[in-house]
């Protein structure tokens, strides 16, 4: 705006209004482009309005539901209104501190019945709160409110530092649970895999026995039936008797050094081929029975 006086001509740029008066009383709008005023008349133009955007930060600082302090960053976007300048003009002396007024008012209203989180998930319903209420208020007084942004919440320093170790601790949580998930499936797939091994093993060792039967009675039957006048028995321990001996060079040649402690004689001997013959025998009846 500009200080009253008299001119014989005024020329208003773009995007303002002038408003003129006569004898110091509001008389209409010029608007943008060149005006012929009569000073004799009583017209001057007692100033000129932009009608562009302006923007106004405002930074409150109020509580929460949960007794949290913050701030909150407001943006308004207002304008002057063309047809209600006089109102504009006339009525409001300082209008960014009379919107900041009402920002306040209306935040410090709405945000204590918030919690925190409730505040972050709904600061666009605080902002149209805000809006609805500069609209009615400040349209009588010739201000458009374009638009209100809510910039920023920004609780304290603090709080800002607690939220991030219970984010922080979640997520260790969270965490904690898959690596378990996870351990406990190693586990099972491993004791799946040893069951498994073990079944294998087991079917190994059953196939081994019968071909091991297979074989001795297959040499009984070639040695009964190469040399006459020997019976199963005697061929059974004569196997049993070179087996045994067998073993026994083994253990001798063995590079470890290992003391074994074994009954030795011709009655050991003896008792050894009757306890594998009747194990191998007793394995011949289960295999028949299967």
């Known amino acids: 705006m500009t200080s009253k006086g008299l001119f014989c001509f005024a020329c208003i740029g773009q995007a303002t209004v002038g408003v003129v008066e006569q004898w110091g009383r509001f008389q209409r709008i010029a608007g943008p482009g060149f005006?012929?005023?009569?000073?004799?008349?009583?017209?001057?133009?007692?100033?000129?309005?932009?009608?562009?955007?302006?923007?106004?930060?405002v930074r409150i600082e109020t509580k929460?539901?949960?007794?949290?302090?913050?701030?909150l960053l407001c943006s308004i976007q207002y304008r002057v209104i063309k047809e209600n300048a006089d109102d504009a003009f006339y009525e409001l002396q300082n209008p960014q501190e009379q919107?900041?007024?009402?920002?306040?008012?209306?935040?410090?209203?709405?945000?204590?019945?918030?919690t925190l989180d409730d505040l972050f998930e709904q600061k666009g319903e605080v902002a149209k709160a805000v809006l609805d209420e500069l609209e009615k208020v400040m349209g009588a007084y010739g201000y458009?409110?374009?638009q209100i942004l809510m910039v920023d919440i920004i609780p304290d320093s603090f709080v800002r530092k607690a939220m991030n170790e219970i984010n922080a601790a979640q997520r260790l949580q969270l965490a904690s649970i898959y690596k378990g998930e996870a351990e406990k499936t190693i586990l099972v797939?491993?004791?799946?895999?040893?069951?498994?091994?073990?079944?294998?093993?087991g079917v190994g060792i059953a196939k081994q026995r019968q071909a091991i039967t297979e074989g001795l009675r297959a040499n009984i039957l070639n040695i009964s039936n190469?040399?006459?006048?020997?019976?199963?028995?005697?061929?059974?321990?004569?196997?049993?008797?070179?087996?045994?001996?067998?073993?026994?060079?083994?253990?001798?040649n063995s590079s470890k050094n290992t003391t074994v402690f074994l009954?030795?004689?011709p009655g050991h001997v003896k008792d050894i081929s009757d306890q594998i013959r009747n194990g191998t025998m007793?394995?011949?009846?289960?295999n028949l029975g299967h």
Request: aromatic share 10%; net charge negative.
């Open 35 to 57: 005006h012929f005023l009569n000073p004799f008349a009583g017209e001057c133009l007692a100033g000129v309005l932009s009608t562009r955007v302006f923007s106004l930060e």
């Open 64 to 71: 929460t539901k949960d007794n949290v302090f913050v701030q």
């Open 99 to 114: 919107i900041r007024a009402y920002v306040f008012d209306v935040v410090r209203a709405h945000v204590p019945r918030m």
């Open 144 to 146: 458009n409110i374009e």
């Open 189 to 201: 797939k491993k004791a799946e895999a040893e069951a498994e091994a073990k079944y294998l093993g």
């Open 226 to 252: 190469s040399v006459s006048g020997t019976s199963a028995k005697e061929v059974m321990d004569l196997i049993m008797v070179t087996q045994y001996f067998d073993t026994i060079k083994e253990l001798g």
């Open 263 to 265: 009954p030795h004689g």
């Open 282 to 286: 007793e394995a011949s009846c289960s």
